[in-house]
């Protein structure tokens, strides 16, 4: 941690001490010096001040600017076992296990995520001049998926696979289970998306997503499809699955059934079952495959899928 301290010589009167921190602090946002003051790392006259404090001329300030590695709890270390599927010099690809964040939410976020993993693990590699503004990532999986995800080792793959990326040449294959019977063996959803807050919503004003799926079993009351996601949006998968009309179950956000007779769903069963692009060093494309986790495989039993 780093310990800034000040004493306003200033005329200064009445002043938000967020306000005035923002001006000494130019590299740091307001909305971080915020979360400092919440988090109790700003004292004014040795007291812990609220964002909303007012600061006047002789006012002694303190400040302690934490890194990530300060505040994580340690919660959940399994989860630092990665599974790996391949590993070389440029590339890792792992089966990301349900419930680890891929990165922080937010400034004060106390949950250890992969990023916190991969930099404990690669110490040497944080701060290389990455293309992107994290470190290793170049797609991510929300908290609750399961399944493959790619992680470059270095700044020029992380750049090859960005673009692989953006020009849609990666192929993803995801499985999920969902309510009803979906009464076509395979179709497509063309809805487009909208995001509002953490919330993406089919809205014909929003941007063009597209997913295929194929129906692999079913029941009278729930389904097992594998989703083929063209256009990569917020929640695409969840959001198109609801507009049809067959939440994923356990999907709290999107409307999935959270319990299914006396069994509570303890997560969406949504996994990112394959992966597959173009691997300079190969020069061909490969091809990565996720096997399901216990509780997704549980489920397909329970419920004769």
């Known amino acids: 941690m780093e310990k800034r301290c000040f004493k306003i010589a200033e005329d200064i009167k009445d002043k938000r001490v967020d306000k005035y921190l923002k001006e000494v602090l130019k590299e740091y946002s307001r909305e971080y010096i915020k979360d400092l ?23 002694e300030i303190e400040v302690i600017l934490p890194e990530r590695k300060d505040f994580i709890e340690e919660k959940n270390l399994e989860l630092k076992n990665l599974d790996v599927i391949y590993e070389d010099d440029d590339l ?20 250890i995520t992969l990023i916190d993993i991969l930099i ?28 493959v995800l790619l992680i470059a080792k270095t700044p020029q793959m992380q750049f090859i696979l960005s ?33 509002e807050k953490n919330l993406s919503k089919i809205n014909f004003l929003g941007k063009k997503a597209e997913t295929k799926f194929k129906v692999l079993s079913y029941t009278k009351t729930f389904s097992y499809l594998e989703l083929y996601p063209k256009t990569g949006r917020t929640h695409q998968i969840r959001t198109h699955l609801k507009f049809i009309g067959h939440p994923i179950i ?19 069963m949504l996994h990112a079952y394959s992966i597959e692009f ?8 490969k091809i990565f495959i996720a096997e399901l986790p216990e509780d997704f495989k549980f489920f397909l039993s329970y419920l004769s899928l």
């Open 163 to 195: 673009e692989q990326f953006q020009k849609r040449e990666i192929r993803k294959i995801y499985r999920s289970i969902v309510s009803g019977e979906v009464k076509i063996s395979e179709g497509e959803i063309l809805a487009p998306i909208k995001k």
């Open 37 to 59: 003051c919440k988090n109790k790392m700003v004292k004014i006259n040795n007291k812990y001040v609220e964002p909303d404090k007012k600061v006047n001329f002789g006012d």
């Open 92 to 111: 890792m690809v792992i089966n990301k296990p349900p419930f680890l964040k891929v990165h922080p939410a937010k400034k004060f976020d106390k949950e």
């Open 250 to 268: 356990g999907d709290k956000i999107y409307g999935g059934e959270e319990k299914i007779i006396d069994k509570k769903v303890p997560r969406m």
């Open 120 to 147: 404990e693990k690669f110490p040497s590699l944080k701060n290389k001049n990455w293309f992107l503004n994290r470190p290793f990532l170049v797609h991510r999986l929300d908290r609750e998926t399961s399944g």
């Open 278 to 285: 173009f691997y300079p060093g190969s020069k061909k494309c």
